[in-house]
């Protein structure tokens, strides 16, 4: 069964400090793996996209990492802003149709204290 | 900032109304999806569409309808709104497949539903 699990739920940091977000999944076959960030009552926003040969791609404060040996990803978060505050989704695209279907994770709330 | 628009943001209406969700994008998008999320929860696939006539069910089972005559437009239409169907919905688009896999999807604010 195809499906995407993050960790942790929720996590409270200090503003300033850094933090990683985990997302183990079990998608066949793999495309790639997208994080996205939604702030409360909006729609996501895509941080990074990474294929099955890339380990890592940055996007200015954020930056993820990938193994898809593992299936394994992270989000790491620097220098945390109150801005922060979201819910971080990883979603996994399969290639096993012509849709791509995406596997979204219940996400990881974050919540950025000052 | 993408460039697909959902109307109307918050929506509180009684039983038995019909109701429609707007979604358009201006991208020239083909594929269209509506996704449906409960606080906390992950989003599930309810409709999506390859383009213009080309309508399909997702993978969670949802008594809504949509259509897709335009390509930029694809609303989606609940026949008689019941409070099971308070929710939120998002629509979103993205780039043909032959453009390659990994095309972006872009997501709309979300129509927070809520039946009463």
């Known amino acids: 069964k195809n499906q995407v699990e993050q960790s942790p739920q929720s996590l409270i940091i200090l503003e300033g400090k850094n933090c990683t977000l985990q997302?183990?999944?079990?998608?066949?076959?793999?495309?790639?793996l997208r994080w996205y960030k939604q702030d409360t009552g909006r729609g996501p926003v895509s941080l990074t996209i990474?294929?099955?040969?890339?380990n890592t791609k940055s996007n200015g404060r954020y930056t993820a990492t990938l193994d898809a040996d593992t299936k394994q990803s992270s989000l790491h978060i620097t220098a945390s802003q109150l801005s922060d505050s979201a819910s971080y989704i990883c979603?996994?695209?399969?290639?096993?149709?012509?849709?791509?279907?995406?596997?979204f994770g219940r996400g990881t709330q974050l919540t950025v204290w000052p | 900032e993408a460039d697909i628009y959902q109307t109307p943001r918050y929506l509180v209406i009684g039983t038995g109304k019909k109701i429609t969700l707007e979604c358009s994008q201006t991208?020239?998008?083909?594929?269209m999806y509506w996704y449906q999320q409960d606080p906390g929860m992950e989003l599930h696939l309810i409709h999506y569409?390859?383009?213009?006539?080309?309508?399909e069910k997702g993978d969670l089972s949802s008594e809504s309808t949509v259509s897709r005559i335009r390509t930029e437009h694809f609303p989606l239409t609940l026949e008689s709104a019941r409070p099971s169907h308070t929710s939120q919905y998002l629509c979103?688009?993205?780039?043909?497949?032959?453009?390659?896999?990994?095309?972006?999807?872009?997501f709309g604010q979300g129509t927070r539903l809520t039946v009463v």
């Open positions: 990474m294929t099955f040969s890339e």
């Open positions: 979603v996994v695209a399969d290639r096993g149709s012509t849709l791509g279907r995406l596997y």
């Open positions: 569409s390859y383009g213009v006539n080309s309508t």
């Open positions: 991208m020239g998008h083909d594929k």
């Open positions: 997302c183990n999944y079990t998608v066949s076959p793999f495309s790639n």
């Open positions: 979103a688009s993205s780039a043909p497949s032959g453009t390659g896999m990994n095309t972006e999807a872009f």
